[in-house]
């Protein structure tokens, strides 16, 4: 049954069927039995039901929010199914009660007789109320369904929140319209005009529904500004509102429907519970056919627009006939009514244009992007786009509303990692399967290794077939390769069926919020047994929407499957988890040619990776690191589903702090005999490098959002040029930092269609300042016309001071202190006025030390970090007794993570005289913290011992809660906030009763700012 696309969904429906039959059914049941109870009369049998109806709707809504935002949270699945049975039982406990209380009384009326003024209701048989509440409840499932694929397009990230809120809305609207029946129908009477009436609107409201899709961004958006200041719930209130906007109306008047049917029928002279169970069935029929083809044949044929449209013309349909049916005198009039109600309903779907929703989300809204449409089906499995982004100059693969591919840059490296990294990493590997087709990136690098024999590739949505043509450049016509086998089948389905056994199983980028059962240990079980002895498998890890906590519930549960797992970098939002069943044993020499294999090479190379130091420089943390990280938090599994309940809207900066200071190396894992004294320095300058690139696309990622975008791209920048110190003119870095010759002619293309483009210029300085070509700075400056922006006066500047001309500087740096928009840039300006005036008195020969030190500080400050290492050790030679200057520069290169050149200058003060008690404490924290750093690093997984400024010997345990703390305090008295943050965490993992390391985790994160996390 693998690879049927109809076969597939057949069998899982019968499978469901055959499982809720019966528990639905008796659900079925309740409502006529208690209106059997409950009516005694005919004449209030339209508003009892009404309001039991409205009851039972109520709680059913309150069920759903219940469950869907707090109760699968916090109990599980179990738990809620467990809480559930428990209410139905006592529920039927009080039933029973009530029933023998009732003992030998019988109703008044368990039959109810045709009214006397029931008027044209007598002219409708019994039946046909049944067929016409059956098309309505066709109708009304139907409009579910599109609504709810329409509307994914709107309420965004987090699916089984969408889920929730549509349903609840939906829910909402039925049991308000129920509950109001009694107040508006009070004397039963035009019952029949009134479902017709009901019909109509519904139908109406139905058609212009796709319209109103088209103000739905803006109007979110408007919400999302207007209400509280909680991000989370303001986030779900404003997508709660604007599925209201789209289905409350039409859902009242289904609310209605329900008790008008029922008196209609009631009026053939049944009882009460006979009345409420026929109609009940009828519509629930109509619900079940109206979901089926709604989704299994609407959907794929017309699209969710047109379909809409369609559905609307039954609700005109059956209008139409309850029209005719409730004319008392004038049946021509009414009769020419129905005609132009139905005539406007096939107008409507006949005229209606079927635009993809797509076209109405916020990729086509939002005024920052351009997006053009070069693709779009609206089928059963999903809505699939294909977008080009005309500004960001890619191509993005779009499924119901959310891209979850790109052609960037750093995306196209996350998918070439998903292949090539495990490929490399493993021996022979034959048999690869892939996990998501999406873009085709990955199955295409597993097909060129020469020991692949076949790669399989499970894909739900049949038409990434269609898609596949638009990512050409990326997946090279895979389709066609002899090696690769599609499959058309559910991921997780198909390793719960297949009997195949794989060398490596990839997933490919699908987020736990839209894939959530690839994410449960549950998962990772089942592909174990799928796994050859020496197989892999690789994850893709996400790092935003995730609290800290999550995040390490999403490693953990990986790591509790495959214990020898190991982390690995590509972005601050995309990491990759490598897992196996034994212990990773990597041969440099075997890793550095399967590199270079034909194909493979030119693969990576097109992404700058295909330097095989850059790929094992990626690693970020090894098997005991993660178990170390992750001990004491749980795993998401299908019954606690931790990580599908997420109410994380971004990534959080505790997550990039354990990135950035939890990171271990390859080299223990790398064979002794490949590892020469030279392979293992040059892969250690790449770890450095690799530390700083990510140090500065972390600042990009958390600081997206930030107003002072001018401050963001400067820090960042300290980083990157920190990193090509390390790695001068390595091409990964100067293609993600967008200094390139290719970035060069694109900033000038731009202002050669638009000399006054200000982002162009500033752009074009910025990238001559980083590739440090200070002639072409000036000569950019000079082809500037009309006023400079803020940018280019700091650059002037700067390029003043490098001259030495002071004067010119200062008047430079002044104007930017006083005029400049950005706040940091106005801090630059107001700090390089005081590095020109200490610099005056450094050049005449009059600074003191501290005002040196003050300006090796600035500079350091400011960014210009060569600069700044040259003030301090010029500072140290002019004061060689003083220990001060030591630990200035101490001080500044472990804020740069420069611990090895750190630690000798601590060492050097700490034998000087130092008569200061507190000044001696500091110098010997910088000592201790530096060395047990050291030491952490060169046996991140052995205890060790570090020697004291008296000679002593203090051990340091990787495992032990004891180090961390008191490396996280030592990190704490001195400012690295970040750091020390990392370090407790690790404490309270290892020892979660400790309260010393939670509450140094709190003083942590309250003085980074972080004072929610810390309380």
């Given at each position: 049954?693998?690879g049927s696309?109809l076969?597939l969904?057949?069998?899982?429906?019968l499978?469901c069927f055959?499982g809720l039959?019966v528990?639905?059914?008796?659900m079925?049941?309740?409502l006529?039995?208690?209106t059997?109870?409950f009516?005694?009369e005919?004449?209030t049998?339209?508003?009892?039901?009404?309001?039991?109806?409205a009851l039972n709707t109520?709680?059913?809504?309150?069920?759903c929010?219940?469950a869907?935002f707090?109760?699968?949270?916090?109990l599980?699945v179990?738990?809620v199914?467990?809480?559930?049975?428990a209410?139905?039982?006592l529920?039927?406990?009080?039933?029973?009660?009530v029933?023998?209380?009732?003992?030998?009384?019988?109703?008044?009326?368990?039959t109810i007789e045709?009214s006397a003024?029931?008027?044209?209701?007598?002219t409708?048989r019994p039946?046909?109320?049944?067929w016409?509440?059956?098309?309505?409840?066709?109708?009304?499932?139907?409009?579910?369904?599109l609504?709810?694929r329409a509307?994914l397009?709107?309420?965004?990230w987090?699916?089984?929140?969408?889920?929730?809120?549509?349903?609840?809305t939906f829910?909402?609207?039925?049991?308000?319209?129920s509950?109001?029946?009694p107040?508006?129908?009070?004397r039963?009477?035009?019952?029949?005009?009134?479902?017709?009436?009901i019909e109509?609107?519904i139908?109406?409201?139905?058609?212009?529904?796709?319209?109103?899709?088209?103000g739905l961004f803006?109007?979110?958006?408007?919400l999302e500004?207007?209400?509280i200041?909680?991000?989370?719930?303001?986030?779900i209130?404003?997508?709660?509102?604007?599925s209201?906007a789209i289905?409350?109306?039409p859902?009242?008047?289904?609310?209605?429907?329900f008790?008008i049917?029922?008196a209609l029928?009631a009026?053939?002279?049944?009882?009460?519970g006979?009345?409420?169970?026929n109609v009940?069935a009828?519509?629930?029929v109509g619900?079940?056919l109206?979901?089926?083809?709604a989704?299994?044949?609407?959907?794929?044929l017309?699209?969710?627009?047109?379909?809409i449209?369609?559905?609307?013309?039954?609700?005109?349909?059956?209008?139409?006939?309850l029209?005719v049916?409730g004319?008392?005198r004038?049946r021509?009039?009414?009769g020419a009514?129905?005609i132009?109600?139905?005539a406007?309903g096939?107008?409507?779907?006949?005229?209606?244009e079927?635009r993809?929703?797509?076209?109405?989300s916020?990729?086509?809204?939002d005024?920052?992007?351009?997006?053009?449409?070069?693709?779009a089906?609206?089928?059963?499995?999903?809505?699939?786009a294909?977008l080009?982004d005309?500004r960001g100059?890619?191509?993005?693969?779009n499924?119901?509303?959310?891209s979850?591919a790109y052609t960037?840059?750093?995306?196209?490296?996350?998918?070439?990692?998903?292949?090539h990294a495990p490929l490399?990493?493993?021996?022979?590997?034959?048999?690869v399967?892939?996990?998501?087709?999406?873009m085709?990136?990955t199955?295409y690098?597993?097909v060129?290794?020469?020991?692949?024999?076949?790669?399989?590739?499970v894909?739900?949505?049949?038409k990434?077939?269609?898609?596949?043509?638009y990512?050409?450049?990326?997946?090279?016509?895979?389709?066609?390769?002899?090696?690769?086998r599609l499959?058309?089948?559910?991921?997780?389905?198909y390793?719960l069926?297949?009997?195949?056994?794989?060398d490596l199983?990839?997933?490919?980028a699908i987020?736990?919020?839209?894939?959530?059962?690839?994410?449960?240990?549950d998962?990772y079980?089942?592909?174990?047994?799928?796994l050859?002895?020496?197989?892999l498998?690789?994850a893709w890890?996400?790092?935003?929407?995730?609290?800290e906590r999550?995040?390490?519930?999403?490693?953990?549960?990986?790591v509790?499957v495959?214990?020898h797992s190991s982390l690995?970098?590509?972005?601050?939002?995309?990491l990759?988890?490598?897992?196996?069943n034994?212990?990773?044993?990597?041969?440099p020499r075997?890793?550095?040619?399967?590199a270079?294999?034909p194909?493979?090479?030119?693969d990576?190379?097109?992404?700058?990776?295909?330097?095989?130091?850059?790929?094992?420089a990626?690693?970020?943390?090894?098997e005991h690191?993660l178990?170390?990280?992750?001990r004491?938090v749980?795993v998401n599994?299908?019954?606690?589903p931790?990580?599908?309940?997420?109410r994380?809207l971004y990534?959080r900066?505790e997550?990039?702090?354990a990135?950035l200071y939890?990171r271990?190396?390859?080299l223990?894992?790398?064979?002794e005999s490949?590892v020469?004294?030279t392979?293992?320095a040059?892969?250690?300058r790449?770890?450095?490098?690799a530390?700083h690139?990510l140090?500065?696309q972390?600042i990009?990622w958390?600081?997206a959002?930030?107003?002072?975008?001018s401050?963001?791209i400067?820090r960042?920048?300290?980083e990157?040029l920190e990193?090509?110190?390390v790695?001068?003119g390595?091409?990964n870095?100067?293609?993600?930092?967008?200094?390139?010759?290719v970035?060069?002619?694109?900033?000038?293309?731009k202002?050669?269609a638009?000399p006054?483009?200000?982002q162009?210029?500033n752009s074009l300085?910025r990238l001559?300042?980083?590739?440090g070509?200070?002639?072409?700075v000036?000569?950019?400056?000079?082809?500037i016309?009309?006023?400079?922006?803020?940018?280019a006066?700091?650059?002037?500047g700067?390029?003043?001071f490098?001259a030495?001309d002071?004067?010119a500087?200062?008047?430079a740096?002044?104007r930017?202190a006083?005029?400049?928009d950005?706040?940091?840039l106005r801090?630059t300006?107001g700090?390089?006025?005081?590095?020109?005036?200490?610099d005056?008195?450094?050049?005449?020969?009059?600074?003191?030390l501290e005002e040196?030190?003050?300006?090796?500080?600035?500079?350091?400050?400011?960014?210009d970090?060569?600069?700044?290492?040259?003030?301090f050790r010029?500072?140290?030679?002019?004061?060689?007794?003083?220990p001060l200057?030591?630990?200035?520069?101490?001080l500044?290169?472990e804020?740069s993570?420069?611990?090895?050149?750190a630690?000798?200058?601590?060492?050097?003060a700490?034998?000087?005289?130092?008569?200061?008690?507190?000044?001696r404490?500091?110098?010997?924290?910088?000592?201790?913290?530096t060395?047990?750093?050291?030491?952490l690093?060169g046996?991140?997984?052995?205890?060790?011992?570090?020697?004291?400024?008296d000679?002593?010997?203090?051990?340091?345990?990787?495992?032990?809660?004891a180090?961390r703390?008191r490396?996280?305090e030592?990190?704490?008295?001195d400012?690295?906030?970040?750091r020390a943050?990392v370090?407790?965490?690790?404490?309270?993992?290892?020892?979660?009763e400790?309260?010393a390391?939670y509450e140094?985790?709190?003083r942590?994160?309250?003085r980074?700012?972080?004072?929610e996390?810390a309380?």
């Amino acid at each position: 049954m693998q690879g049927s696309y109809l076969l597939l969904p057949v069998a899982r429906f019968l499978l469901c069927f055959a499982g809720l039959l019966v528990p639905t059914a008796l659900m079925g049941g309740t409502l006529p039995a208690i209106t059997r109870f409950f009516v005694r009369e005919r004449g209030t049998l339209g508003g009892n039901v009404g309001a039991l109806y409205a009851l039972n709707t109520f709680g059913a809504m309150a069920g759903c929010f219940a469950a869907g935002f707090f109760l699968i949270p916090a109990l599980g699945v179990q738990g809620v199914s467990l809480l559930a049975a428990a209410v139905n039982l006592l529920a039927a406990i009080v039933a029973f009660v009530v029933s023998r209380s009732e003992k030998g009384e019988t109703p008044a009326a368990t039959t109810i007789e045709p009214s006397a003024d029931a008027g044209a209701e007598r002219t409708i048989r019994p039946r046909a109320v049944l067929w016409l509440f059956g098309a309505a409840g066709f109708a009304s499932l139907a409009y579910e369904v599109l609504w709810t694929r329409a509307l994914l397009f709107f309420l965004g990230w987090f699916a089984v929140y969408a889920f929730t809120i549509i349903l609840t809305t939906f829910l909402f609207g039925i049991a308000l319209g129920s509950a109001v029946f009694p107040l508006l129908f009070r004397r039963g009477k035009g019952l029949l005009i009134a479902f017709a009436a009901i019909e109509i609107g519904i139908g109406l409201f139905g058609a212009i529904s796709v319209s109103v899709f088209g103000g739905l961004f803006d109007l979110i958006r408007t919400l999302e500004s207007g209400l509280i200041q909680d991000n989370w719930w303001r986030f779900i209130f404003a997508r709660a509102g604007g599925s209201f906007a789209i289905v409350l109306v039409p859902t009242f008047l289904m609310g209605l429907a329900f008790p008008i049917a029922a008196a209609l029928y009631a009026r053939a002279g049944r009882g009460s519970g006979e009345t409420v169970g026929n109609v009940y069935a009828a519509n629930t029929v109509g619900s079940i056919l109206g979901s089926l083809l709604a989704g299994f044949l609407l959907l794929p044929l017309l699209g969710v627009a047109r379909s809409i449209a369609a559905v609307a013309l039954v609700n005109f349909l059956v209008g139409g006939i309850l029209l005719v049916a409730g004319a008392r005198r004038s049946r021509l009039l009414a009769g020419a009514a129905a005609i132009a109600v139905l005539a406007a309903g096939a107008a409507n779907l006949v005229l209606s244009e079927g635009r993809p929703m797509i076209l109405q989300s916020r990729h086509f809204k939002d005024p920052n992007r351009d997006m053009r449409l070069l693709y779009a089906h609206e089928g059963t499995t999903a809505s699939l786009a294909v977008l080009n982004d005309a500004r960001g100059g890619h191509i993005e693969l779009n499924i119901n509303g959310e891209s979850t591919a790109y052609t960037t840059y750093t995306d196209m490296q996350v998918h070439l990692m998903l292949s090539h990294a495990p490929l490399l990493l493993a021996g022979e590997p034959r048999r690869v399967l892939v996990i998501g087709f999406g873009m085709g990136a990955t199955s295409y690098g597993a097909v060129l290794y020469p020991s692949v024999e076949r790669v399989d590739c499970v894909e739900l949505v049949p038409k990434e077939v269609e898609t596949a043509a638009y990512f050409y450049h990326v997946n090279h016509g895979v389709l066609d390769d002899p090696k690769f086998r599609l499959i058309i089948d559910d991921g997780r389905s198909y390793i719960l069926a297949t009997k195949e056994r794989y060398d490596l199983i990839s997933f490919n980028a699908i987020h736990p919020s839209h894939s959530p059962a690839l994410y449960t240990s549950d998962f990772y079980e089942k592909c174990r047994e799928r796994l050859t002895d020496d197989g892999l498998i690789c994850a893709w890890v996400p790092t935003n929407s995730f609290t800290e906590r999550q995040f390490q519930i999403l490693l953990k549960t990986f790591v509790a499957v495959y214990p020898h797992s190991s982390l690995w970098y590509v972005n601050p939002n995309h990491l990759v988890l490598i897992g196996a069943n034994k212990r990773l044993d990597l041969d440099p020499r075997e890793f550095i040619r399967k590199a270079a294999l034909p194909g493979v090479r030119e693969d990576l190379a097109r992404y700058t990776m295909e330097d095989p130091y850059r790929l094992l420089a990626f690693h970020l943390m090894d098997e005991h690191a993660l178990e170390r990280y992750t001990r004491t938090v749980p795993v998401n599994s299908d019954d606690k589903p931790y990580l599908e309940y997420s109410r994380e809207l971004y990534t959080r900066p505790e997550i990039i702090d354990a990135m950035l200071y939890n990171r271990t190396s390859i080299l223990p894992y790398l064979r002794e005999s490949g590892v020469t004294d030279t392979l293992a320095a040059k892969l250690e300058r790449y770890e450095e490098a690799a530390f700083h690139l990510l140090a500065s696309q972390a600042i990009t990622w958390l600081e997206a959002r930030a107003e002072d975008v001018s401050g963001m791209i400067w820090r960042a920048d300290v980083e990157i040029l920190e990193a090509l110190r390390v790695l001068p003119g390595d091409p990964n870095l100067e293609v993600i930092a967008g200094i390139t010759d290719v970035d060069e002619r694109i900033y000038r293309d731009k202002i050669a269609a638009n000399p006054l483009d200000d982002q162009a210029w500033n752009s074009l300085i910025r990238l001559h300042r980083l590739r440090g070509e200070w002639d072409k700075v000036a000569g950019v400056l000079e082809e500037i016309r009309g006023a400079p922006t803020d940018e280019a006066v700091l650059a002037r500047g700067l390029l003043a001071f490098r001259a030495a001309d002071l004067a010119a500087a200062e008047e430079a740096f002044a104007r930017l202190a006083r005029r400049a928009d950005s706040p940091f840039l106005r801090e630059t300006g107001g700090r390089y006025l005081e590095i020109v005036r200490l610099d005056r008195k450094r050049q005449g020969g009059s600074a003191s030390l501290e005002e040196l030190l003050s300006l090796a500080d600035n500079t350091w400050a400011a960014g210009d970090r060569a600069g700044a290492e040259a003030l301090f050790r010029e500072t140290i030679a002019l004061f060689p007794d003083r220990p001060l200057p030591l630990v200035a520069f101490g001080l500044a290169l472990e804020r740069s993570m420069r611990i090895e050149e750190a630690e000798p200058l601590y060492a050097a003060a700490i034998r000087m005289a130092i008569k200061k008690e507190d000044f001696r404490d500091a110098v010997t924290r910088g000592l201790e913290r530096t060395r047990t750093m050291l030491a952490l690093r060169g046996r991140p997984n052995e205890a060790s011992g570090i020697e004291g400024p008296d000679g002593s010997t203090t051990p340091i345990d990787p495992w032990s809660a004891a180090t961390r703390l008191r490396l996280g305090e030592l990190f704490l008295a001195d400012g690295f906030v970040d750091r020390a943050s990392v370090e407790f965490r690790i404490a309270a993992t290892l020892e979660p009763e400790n309260a010393a390391a939670y509450e140094g985790l709190g003083r942590a994160l309250a003085r980074r700012g972080l004072v929610e996390e810390a309380k």
